[in-house]
């Protein structure tokens, strides 16, 4: 797939990028801040949507490529990592050393630049991992099978894409119209997201290469798959490319995600007690709603079982 330089882009559009992006980063402000007396892990938390088990079918199309499916439950990314994310885990000390990648300075709130090998690492700091192609999929297109995380059609407002002409990079959860569902942000656009595996093995990816889903600011809009009316192989055209594992650009970036069970049961003790603990507990339980009560209740029910799950239940119960 060509990529466009950002060096070459006209004077118009970066003057566009200054004005525009100066509006996105104060909307977006706080995004990477904690309120005091709130720990990491429930900063980190409120930033995660609830993925039930469930499946997008495309009906009409081949195995395996008619249904994709998660058969855990998950807590995924709402917002793509971040450059403040690296900075926790690893100090303020960015890892621009790959002279392709030509990056500057950069807002906490912007996306992190990443080769696969980092973006790993930073996951595991995190207790999560990436996100299997399959996975990815099915979280951008949900259990409905649409064709954009938000629905049905493309939205020229709801994706940081080449149309939108900032010729960089937007804070993270800037664009609220291309939230899907489960409330994840960016999907598609602003950043590609390294996954791991792929989807078929149709089309293996050259040697030392991966896959990176969704498009980025580079890219036109296009959705998450195309189903081709006519063919022999009725297998759909996913928004991917394969690119060299130790590729850094303003362009690649990352999502985690990890095993609901096992990440709430790990993190739950360092949630906090207090008050405050307790409000936004029960707000995040809420947004993840009903699906997520029957989990969240076993946990809660377990010997020893930190308070917090039982403000999540709470919530979830609304």
Known sequence: MARSNPRSLEPARRATRSLVALLLVV????????????????????RLAFLPVGRAY?????????????????????????????????????????????LEEEPESWPVSLTLHEAQAL?????????????????????????????????????NTLELGL???????????????????????????????Q????????PNSAWAMG??????????????????????????????????????GVRHCADAREYLLAKSKSWGTNGEAERRLIAIGERFGEEALELIEELSELPDAAPGLGWLAEGARR
């Open 199 to 206: 989807i078929s093995s149709w089309r293996s990816p050259p």
């Open 167 to 197: 010729g960089g990079p937007a804070s993270v959860g800037t664009f609220e119209n291309g939230a899907n569902p489960y409330g994840c942000y960016d999907l598609l656009g602003n950043v590609w997201e390294w996954v791991e595996g």
């Open 58 to 102: 495309f009906p009409g199309y081949r195995e395996p490529y008619d249904v994709f499916s998660i058969e855990r439950p998950l807590l995924v990314d709402r917002y793509e990592a971040t450059v403040g994310d690296w900075q926790h885990y690893f100090g303020p000390e960015l890892p621009w050393m790959d002279s392709r990648a030509q």
């Open 123 to 159: 996951a595991e700091a995190r207790g999560m991992r990436l996100l299997l192609a399959r996975e990815w999929i099915y979280c951008a297109v949900g259990s409905r099978s649409h064709p954009f995380p938000w629905g049905q059609n493309a939205r020229s407002s709801a994706a």
């Open 27 to 46: 909307i977006s402000l706080g995004c990477e801040q904690t309120s005091s007396g709130v720990s990491r892990e429930l900063h980190e938390l409120e």
């Open 215 to 252: 498009g980025s600011w580079l890219s036109h809009m296009r959705p998450v798959y195309a189903l081709p009316e006519a063919g022999p192989s009725r297998i759909p055209v996913f928004n991917q490319i394969a690119i060299d594992e130790l590729t850094r650009s303003r362009d690649i």
